[in-house]
C-alpha cells in the first residue's frame, strides 16, 4: 500500500468513485461525509494527504482546511463544484495545496495526488539534496525541514518547495510564470495568483517579510 488518504465529500457517488481510483492505484483510503467527521478521522488515522469537498454539511470546507492546516502539515487536495477565481484563491490562503474542480477525470486527480506526494517526499524539481539558506533562514532539502534563527518553523508542501525554489537562486528574480511552473509543475487551476497567496504565507510563517521581496511587474527574488 502506498499509505493512507483521507477523502472528506458528502455525496456518496462522488465519494466512491474517488475511493475506487485511488484503490486501484494502491492507496488505502479513509472516507468522511461531513467536517466534523474528517477532524476525527485525522485524529485517529496517520495519513499521507487529504481530498477536501468545500460544499460539505456543518463546517464547511474552507474552515476545515483552515483547522487542518494549524494542526498538521499533511498536502491538502480541495475538490470542488466552485471554480470562481475567489473561491480557488480562499481555499489557496485556507492553505490547500491543490484544487480540482467538478467535474473532474477520476486518473487526474489520482495524477495529482501522485504529483503532490511526489513534491511532500522530495520528489519535486525545486528540491534536491543540501542545504539552502539566507541570512538566518534555513531549509534542509533532505529532510525538508526549515528552520528561522535555529527555531523550527513548519511548511506545507508547497510552501517548502517555493522557498526552496527561490533559495536557490539569490537575488534572482523569477516571474510568477516560472515559479508557478518550478513549484507547481506548469498549468495551475489557481492561475499565477497562487504564487501571491502563498509568498504572503511563507513570509508570515518566517517573520521575515524582508527576505522575499517584490519587484513590481516582474516577480520576486529573495534577498541575500
Not at 475511493?19 to 485517529?44: C, K, N
Not at 527555531?151 to 534572482?172: I, M, N, Q
Not at 516571474?175 to 489557481?190: K, T
Amino acid at each position: 500500500m502506498k499509505g493512507a488518504i483521507l477523502v472528506v465529500e458528502d455525496e456518496q457517488a462522488i465519494a466512491d468513485l474517488v475511493r475506487a481510483y485511488l484503490r486501484r492505484d494502491g492507496f488505502e483510503v479513509v472516507w468522511a461525509s461531513s467536517g466534523e467527521q474528517a477532524l476525527e478521522e485525522l485524529a485517529r488515522h496517520s495519513v499521507r494527504l487529504v481530498v477536501l469537498d468545500i460544499g460539505l454539511p456543518g463546517i464547511d470546507g474552507f474552515e476545515v482546511c483552515r483547522r487542518l492546516r494549524a494542526r498538521t502539515a499533511v498536502p491538502i487536495l480541495i475538490l470542488s463544484a466552485r471554480d470562481d477565481e475567489v473561491d480557488r484563491v480562499a481555499g489557496l490562503e485556507a492553505g490547500a495545496d491543490d484544487y480540482v474542480t467538478k467535474p473532474f477525470s477520476p486518473r487526474e486527480l489520482v495524477a495529482r495526488v501522485k504529483a503532490i506526494l511526489r513534491r511532500a517526499s522530495g520528489g519535486g524539481e525545486a528540491v534536491g539534496a543540501g542545504t539552502l539558506s539566507a541570512h538566518d533562514v534555513e531549509l534542509e532539502r533532505a529532510s525538508r525541514t526549515a528552520s528561522v534563527g535555529g527555531v523550527p518553523v513548519e511548511l506545507t508542501a508547497r510552501e517548502f518547495d517555493l522557498l526552496a525554489a527561490l533559495l536557490s537562486h539569490p537575488g534572482v528574480v523569477l516571474s510568477r510564470d516560472r515559479l508557478l511552473e518550478l513549484v507547481w509543475g506548469g498549468e495551475f487551476a489557481g492561475g499565477t495568483r497562487t504564487v501571491d497567496v502563498h509568498v504572503a504565507q511563507l513570509r508570515a510563517k518566517l517573520g521575515r517579510p524582508e527576505l522575499i521581496q517584490t519587484v513590481r511587474g516582474a516577480g520576486y527574488k529573495v534577498v541575500s
